[in-house]
């Protein structure tokens, strides 16, 4: 027999050895401190029991996001693992399926991972938000004068957070780290934050190890006092910066760059909320096209959502039928597979509509690329992508 909940105290040496089987030792550990101690809450995991025993389990994790001029609640997972000797038997997609019912209750718009090759697709997530490239400075920097690197302790978690934000503020998707995961991060043995001070004067950066090298990301505040953080690492070893426009431009100037094509995980489960929430900046997107009034509709094909224009701002959105034709009817199509993509994702209706098939518009109605141009996206995980 199967069953699902959040895992109780004796559950947790379970809990903690698939973690360390499937993921690893430092994971267990981090695993504990969401667990356990001051910052538990258990009630943020799932287990999936097979006659009663833990045989699968996933962390979901509180993100905000913000579109254009809209915040919305998101989520995501981490820590997601089988028990090796019950692989295989659908306990993974049942506890996604849970995740995403929590995410329905909770109210919560557009979900984000950062993981397993492939496997999310099998659940409904695109990989919609490419990863920046990451900087490679492979010799040691020369330490900056008047600067002090020391690392975060949890009284940080506000200045954190406000670097965080400041860092984000330029681009036009951005993804966040609750303040509570922050605190969960602070007290990870798997990664460092480490705060560059002078005078009044911040900067930060998240740090692991993997082998010889070293990888900073998350990197926030003052571009000087980033620099001084990656001269600090540089002297142990190679060093990759994950870019952050605005952020990184210091070390970018004492770098190469190593291109990759990689990208997180995005998942729309429905769109028709999604629009609503975005109701006033897709209004602020199209009414420089004074469109005066016009039903039209976005196909996904097997479904559609319609769009209801009055007076040149979108009034109603509701939820539509199956729709082939959508050239013709002057609608937007976009197959379901591509709508995180669409939605959250930097390439814009235009670009996508040239790369995809089944990405299908009149080329000359403005509505399209206005309502969905491209976007700069700034995203955060749990994990160095
Ligand atoms: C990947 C993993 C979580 C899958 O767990 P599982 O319990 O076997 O998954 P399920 O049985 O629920 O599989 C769900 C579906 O995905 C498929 N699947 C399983 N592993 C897959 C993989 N690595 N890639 C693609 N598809 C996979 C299954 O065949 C199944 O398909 P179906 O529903 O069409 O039959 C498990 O193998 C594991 O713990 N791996 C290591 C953990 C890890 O690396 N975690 C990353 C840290 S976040």
Redesign the pocket.
């Known amino acids: 027999m199967v069953d699902i909940g959040h895992p109780v105290p004796d559950e947790f040496p379970d809990v903690y050895r698939?973690v360390r089987e499937?993921?690893g030792d430092e994971?267990a550990e981090e695993a504990a401190i969401t667990l356990e101690g001051e910052t538990a809450a258990s009630d943020t995991w799932l287990v999936s029991r097979v006659n009663g025993q833990v045989a699968?389990c996933?962390q979901m994790l509180e993100v905000d996001v913000r579109v254009g001029t809209r915040n919305l609640i998101g989520g995501s997972?981490?820590?997601?693992?089988?028990?090796?000797a019950?692989?295989?038997?659908?306990?993974?997609?049942?506890?996604?399926q849970r995740f995403h019912e929590h995410e329905v209750e909770r109210e919560s718009l557009v979900q984000v991972?950062?993981?397993?090759?492939?496997?999310y697709?099998?659940?409904g997530y695109e990989y919609a938000l490419p990863t920046p490239s990451d900087l490679v400075v492979s010799h040691p920097l020369p330490r900056l004068a008047h600067w002090v690197v020391r690392t975060a302790t949890p009284d940080d978690g506000r200045l954190i957070t406000d670097l965080q934000q400041t860092a984000q503020a330029g681009a036009d998707v951005v993804v966040g780290h609750s303040a509570r995961t922050w605190q969960w991060i602070l007290r990870s043995p798997v990664y460092r934050i480490l705060i560059a001070s002078n005078g009044d004067r911040r900067a930060m950066a998240r740090v692991c190890k993997y082998g010889e090298t070293s990888y900073m990301f998350d990197v926030a505040g003052d571009q000087e006092g980033s620099l001084a953080i990656a001269a600090d690492i540089s002297n142990e070893g190679p060093l990759h910066v994950l870019r952050r426009p605005g952020s990184t431009d210091d070390i970018e100037r004492a770098a190469s760059i190593d291109p990759r094509s990689y990208a997180r995980y995005g998942r729309i489960g429905d769109l028709r909320p999604l629009l609503a929430r975005l109701l006033p900046e897709l209004n602020r997107r199209i009414a420089p096209l004074e469109l005066g009034d016009r039903t039209t509709a976005i196909s996904h094909y097997g479904s559609s959502t319609e769009i209801e224009i009055r007076d040149g701002s979108i009034a109603h959105i509701r939820q539509g039928g199956r729709m082939q034709a959508v050239f013709s009817a002057g609608a937007l199509g976009v197959p379901p597979d591509l709508v995180a993509t669409l939605v959250l994702g930097p390439l814009g209706a235009e670009e996508m509509r040239r790369r995809h098939p089944d990405v299908i518009f009149d080329p000359s109605d403005p509505l399209w690329p206005a309502l969905f141009p491209p976007q700069t996206i700034d995203v955060q995980t749990w994990?160095y992508p």
């Open positions: 698939i499937q993921i994971d699968a996933l997972v981490e820590f997601v693992a089988s028990d090796p019950h692989e295989g038997k659908g306990l993974i997609r049942s506890l996604i991972i950062e993981g397993i090759p492939y496997f697709r099998r659940f994990v």
